[in-house]
């Protein structure tokens, strides 16, 4: 388990403002670039700042539901499976993607279900294999032998 981390309630609430922090950030610089290069001549700053003004808040709640809803159900398999594991992440993406797509009826939950857990997994597997990759650099050398050509020609004492 990693004590590291608040406990799930909390872990909600800081997932859900990071989300939406990196949501606004992100935002403003996309929509900003956006409205820059969409504007005449004359009004590129202004329409800069109008874009992100209009659009940035709106990605940031975006990824803010996005992120609680994740979090909400990461903590809950956590507690339904007693588990700390790459599955949890997954099977939250799973349910997560299908929460965002319910509006859309039951195939596109059913897909959007399906392409957020494959997501999911998909990061998992190469945060692990990135992990067993760095772990090598890592491992304990022994001292080097003493070469032959040290010991031809030296006098034992």
Not at 147 to 154: I, N
Request: charged share 15%.
């Amino acid at each position: 388990m990693d004590h590291s981390r608040d406990p799930c309630p909390y872990v909600i609430i800081n997932d859900f403002g990071g989300a939406f922090s990196m949501g606004c950030i992100g935002g403003a610089v996309w929509h900003g670039v956006k409205g820059f290069r969409n504007s005449p001549m004359g009004e590129r700053r202004i329409g800069a700042i109008t874009a992100i003004k209009a659009r940035a808040p709106v990605l940031g709640g975006n990824f803010g539901v996005w992120g609680g809803l994740f979090s909400t159900f990461d903590c809950a398999v956590k507690g339904i499976r007693q588990k700390e594991d790459p599955w949890n992440a997954i099977i939250a993406g799973f349910f997560t993607g299908g929460a965002l797509a319910m509006r859309g009826g039951w195939a596109a939950a059913r897909n959007g279900a399906i392409s957020c857990g494959i997501l999911l997994a998909v990061i998992e597997g190469a945060g692990i294999g990135l992990s067993r990759v760095m772990a090598g650099n890592n491992k304990p050398q022994s001292p080097p032998l003493p070469s032959e050509s040290s010991t031809v020609g030296a006098v034992p004492a």
